[in-house]
């Protein structure tokens, strides 16, 4: 048949471009019918012939929804998207998805192929040529590379060359005896919504590639502990020289015959139920074989091209005969002379897949697959088709998809087509893109772009507001272009920025004010050299920073209300109207200890209650609350209306009176809003009791468990808790002197105040230590399985990364909503499941499904990846809760933030708070780690916190703690009641005014960077 004429194939061409889109191709039938022409009869048979070839060809683009098939070479003129005639399958050029390479034929003389593979792309310029495909994060892909030389070039030359997934080594192209060509497969897990496939050059020769293919699968097939699989057999048993794959295949995996002498084949013409998930073709489910003699074992045998390959094995079976009521066939398998677990029986017209469910490494690289019959068997076993994957361990985790979504989108913005800038911008580090800079390229955490130098580039028009989204840069050079434009305010918002550049520019405006402000706290800053005049406009003075004055103005008003509290006080103090108490006579009973709660409590005198007092108040211990570290907890009521809870001391606990002792003490210097406060204390011989504010909303542990009965804790909601709790243990950490560990943080022991606002309860186990970064005390181990320190836990040594652990437990259970501990999980450690599922890179499997997927998946990331690095089994590599308040309070900050934008709500945050939080994509895991100097490294918000910020911070704690100390002296000394209200009022709005200023910890970076 000859070639179709110009108008047959712009025909053809229109109609396969139209019904892709359903709506154009109806309305293209409108149309055309409604042509003068088209009323007469022939006119209604072409629209009519139209139509039935679309609709057919519809239902086929239905079963590839998700394929992606890239015919390489193939120039986007020539016949794109075309329907590949073997298969059925849609190809289209690869044009749009690489900026490099050259298009060549295979020889016109070599034997006819497959029609995507006539066409080719040679790469003879760069040593990384790079396709960037977009894909589900999360969504299990099946990617087929084939390379078939052709002599192309007319050089009879065969290439050798690798492939990469990513940043990853994939597998070598090596052409030199496989004249047919060299088709590869991986099954792969993408991490990001972007997914790189790069052939590098290793040798003289030019990389190829012929065609280029994914298809999406399943997400619970072909699962690996860590890594991908590489395809390294796929084969079905018959006599038969048919290779199967789509449409026989709906994921059009490529099952190639296979038969020995010694089989027997068998086959039906029924179809088989393969709804097992792995959908096998029926044509693969159909035949089947036997060995040939009945009574012999039958074996398979398979040498790896790398012994040292771990193996993954799939076999499936589906019985083809009938078998009669004295029939039976049932056998064992064996792979690599291991045992499966259980013996196979096959059912009729039904698939059965056993796999392993973990890779082995074949002796000698020699894999032996067995099938021996039972001895209640009157049949032979039967095997229907084998699949067979190499483990590929992919190290190298990506860069920052924020980071590359922005410099890609700065790459398009300026055109800035060159040819190394392709594939990962930062690893690996030989394939570093050009005057880019990256931090830390290890594999243990993703890289971000920290240098961007783009001098002398050719760059036009405005200075793209994309850069803003490289959170972690610290220097950009842009100078020596043709900008214009104002400068944007954006710059002086990205906190980690330490150098800008733009001179030699053609940028008019005047040069912002926040960004001069930036250049006084340390930010160097290059616009037009030393006149530093945009059209005209000079800044000829630099003004006091408004944020320094409202800082200084703010500590002397705070510091001259502190001081005229304290005069009041010891005026009080010195007043003959002030009568001291004596101290309380009350002891503990000889068989407990020798220590005196009164010795630890001589100033809770107008806080003791006598133990007919608690029994007054707890209505003789009606109403339990639950069970603490040394006794069961009463609910109880004083004067009248206060709701209060009511620690009681088990008479046989010897240690609880240890704890007691210990809560008793620690509560008497501890003061702030997140941990439960004390409001007296019980001690008459036997009777042992604290007596503690009521939080109406019991513990965090209910309510994640739904044993409250009440509503799910939203996002936001569990996200406030978490920075409540992080606050109060921030507080033991750096506001008291000596500091404190809790040793016992828990889900347990975070209580809801009727506003669900949480505090740290239960102090029984806390211990303190001298304050310094390197001090650690021995202590017997103690803590709750799950939340324990391992660390700890091993060496005894006790340091307050020890609560930072138990703290990203906690978060965890927050997200997740799963059990700390749970036996029936493959992987029983909240931490471990956690890291396992995170290998899916899809979050909603990780996240607490009651939330229904009502939460910023940014913020969720975020939150997800501090829980993981809190519980990192190192104490090194843990932030401290300073750096863990701040990362939540960005985390609400950010849900907040995308949850007004949805509802399409005016998000814009005012300049002085906006810490460049990017919601635009879904982040990886961030660089969150103490430095070894002194400072801090936050790297999550791009800014390097100096000591002075956690001494400024401490100077909260401190002022708080004399507040309070304050507060409790003029109320103990204070005889008259009513005129202490007055002195109260004016304490709590010294402490609402502190709290006011400290809150927010992006104000103290703004306050003391503009200090130092």
């Known amino acids: 048949m000859g070639s179709p004429g110009p108008l047959q194939n712009g025909v053809y061409n229109t109609v396969l471009l139209l019904w892709k889109e359903s709506k154009l191709f109806l309305k293209f039938l409108i149309l055309l019918g409604k042509q003068e022409h088209m009323e007469s009869p022939r006119g209604i048979l072409l629209v009519a012939l139209i139509a039935t070839f679309a609709v057919i060809h519809f239902s086929q683009a239905e079963d590839q929804e998700g394929f992606i098939s890239l015919d390489c070479g193939l120039p986007p003129s020539e016949s794109s998207p075309y329907i590949e005639p073997d298969t059925g399958l849609w190809f289209s050029s690869d044009s749009d998805f690489i900026q490099s390479g050259k298009i060549g034929r295979i020889d016109a003389s070599l034997p006819k192929t497959l029609k995507s593979y006539v066409t080719l792309r040679y790469f003879p310029e760069g040593i990384r040529n790079c396709y960037n495909l977009s894909v589900k994060q999360g969504t299990n892909y099946l990617m087929r590379v084939t390379a078939l030389y052709g002599n192309y070039d ?52 030019t990389p190829i590639i012929s065609s280029l293919e994914l298809r999406p699968l399943a997400n619970n097939l072909y699962i690996t502990e860590s890594g991908a699989l590489k395809g390294f057999k796929r084969y079905y048993l018959t006599s038969s020289d048919t290779i199967l794959s789509y449409p026989n295949d709906v994921s059009d995996r490529i099952w190639e015959p296979k038969f020995d002498p010694e089989w027997k084949h068998i086959s039906t013409t029924l179809e088989a139920n393969n709804s ?40 499936h079976f589906s019985e083809v005969q ?59 076993p039967l095997l229907n088709a084998i699949e067979l994957y190499a483990v590929v361990k992919f190290h190298q985790l990506e860069t920052n998809e924020n980071d590359v979504v922005a410099i890609r989108k700065i790459k398009e913005r300026y055109g800035l087509n060159r040819i190394t800038w392709q594939g990962d911008p930062c690893v690996p580090q030989k394939f570093l893109w050009d005057n880019l800079n990256c931090s830390s390229t290890d594999t243990s955490r993703p890289p971000r772009i920290t240098y961007l130098n783009l001098t002398s580039s050719g760059l036009k028009g405005f200075i793209a507001a994309a850069i803003q989204n490289l959170t972690h840069l610290e220097k950009l050079d842009l100078s020596n272009n043709n900008l214009t434009g104002e400068i944007p305010g954006f710059l002086a918002d990205m906190k980690s920025l330490m150098l800008i550049n733009l001179s030699k520019n053609n940028l008019i405006g005047f040069i912002p004010q926040a ?42 008003a705070l510091v001259i209300m502190v001081i005229l ?4 006080v010891f005026k009080k103090k010195k007043s003959p109207n002030s009568e001291a108490l004596p101290p309380s006579s009350i002891k503990p009973s000889a068989n407990v200890a020798s220590t005196n709660i009164s010795e630890i409590s001589i100033d809770m005198k107008r806080k003791k209650f006598t133990y007919s007092e608690v029994m007054e ?84 542990k209910h309510h994640l468990s739904g044993k409250q009965g009440s509503s799910v804790l939203k996002w936001s909601t569990r996200l406030q808790i978490a920075i409540d709790a992080a606050l109060g243990l921030e507080y033991l950490h750096n506001g008291c002197r000596p500091s404190m560990v809790h040793r016992d943080v828990k889900s347990t022991n975070i209580l809801l105040d009727e506003k669900f606002s949480a505090k740290l309860a239960d102090f029984g186990l806390s211990r303190s230590f001298q304050f310094g970064d390197e001090y650690h005390v021995s202590t017997d181990v103690a803590g709750t399985p799950g939340y324990l320190d391992p660390e700890y836990y091993r060496t005894g040594r006790l340091a307050e990364m020890s609560d930072v652990y138990s703290f990203g437990i906690l978060l965890l259970e927050i997200i997740t909503n799963q059990r700390v501990l749970d036996q029936t999980r493959e992987k029983s450690h909240i931490g471990e499941w956690t890291a396992f599922m995170l290998n899916t890179g899809d979050i909603t499997g990780i996240m607490d499904l009651n939330l229904h997927g009502d939460y910023s998946s940014h913020s969720a990331w975020r939150a997800l990846e501090l829980a993981m690095l809190c519980a990192n089994p190192s104490s090194e590599k843990r932030p401290n809760m300073s750096q863990v308040a701040f990362e939540l309070k960005e985390c609400l900050t950010s849900e907040i933030s995308m949850k007004s934008k949805d509802q399409d709500m005016d998000s814009q945050s005012s300049p002085e708070v906006s810490m460049s939080c990017d919601t635009k994509g879904l982040p990886s895991a961030r660089l969150l780690t103490p430095r070894s100097d002194g400072s801090l490294n936050v790297a999550f918000t791009g800014v390097r916190l100096p000591e002075s910020v956690i001494l400024l911070h401490r100077f909260h704690h401190l002022i708080f703690k004399l507040i309070f100390i304050i507060k409790d002296g003029c109320s103990f000394m204070q005889e008259d009641r009513s005129s202490f209200v007055s002195i109260e009022d004016s304490v709590e709005v010294v402490a609402l005014y502190l709290d006011a200023c400290f809150q927010n910890c992006q104000l103290i970076v703004y306050v003391v960077a503009s200090v130092t």
């Not at 073709?281 to 012999?296: E, G, I, M, R, S």
């Not at 402000?517 to 006149?531: A, I, K, P, W, Y």
């Open 154 to 205: 007319g050089l009879n030359i065969t290439p050798k060359f690798d492939l990469y997934v990513g940043p990853n080594f994939w597998v070598m192209i090596d052409l030199e005896k496989r004249i047919s060509g060299q088709t590869e497969e991986i099954i792969y897990i993408p991490r990001s919504n972007s997914l790189d496939l790069c052939l590098v050059k290793t040798g003289p020769t």
């Open 276 to 315: 097992n998930g792995f959908a096998v073709p029926q044509n693969v489910l159909k035949t089947a074989v036997v060995p040939a003699n009945a009574t012999a074992r039958f074996n398979i045998t398979e040498e790896l091209d790398f012994p040292g390959d771990e193996i993954y094995l799939y076999i």
């Open 322 to 380: 009938s078998l009669q009521m004295n029939e039976s066939r049932e056998f064992d398998i064996f792979w690599n002379d291991q045992q499966f677990d259980k013996t196979i029986s096959p059912e009729y017209l039904k698939a059965t897949t056993i796999k392993s469910t973990t890779p082995v490494t074949c002796k000698g690289g020699v894999c032996n697959l067995e099938l021996i019959r039972t001895t209640n068997s009157t049949l032979p």
């Open 515 to 556: 960004l001069l402000e930036r250049e006084s706290e340390g930010l160097t800053l290059f616009v037009d050299g030393e006149n530093r005049c945009l059209s005209g406009s000079c800044v000829t003075e630099k003004k006091f920073p408004v944020k320094t004055a409202a800082f200084v103005s703010s500590a002397t």
């Open 565 to 568: 509290v304290l005069i009041f």
């Open 617 to 700: 108040m707890t209505n003789n211990l009606e109403r339990p609350l639950g069970e603490g570290g040394f006794g069961i907890v009463y609910h109880g009521v004083i004067n009248g209306s206060q709701q209060v809870a009511v620690k009681l001391l088990s008479q046989s606990s010897r240690q609880g009176y240890k704890e007691f002792k210990a809560e008793v003490e620690l509560l008497l210097r501890v003061h702030h809003i997140n941990l439960v406060s004390l409001v007296g204390c019980c001690d008459e011989r036997d009777h042992l009791a604290l007596i503690y504010e009521y939080m109406s909303n019991g513990d965090l």
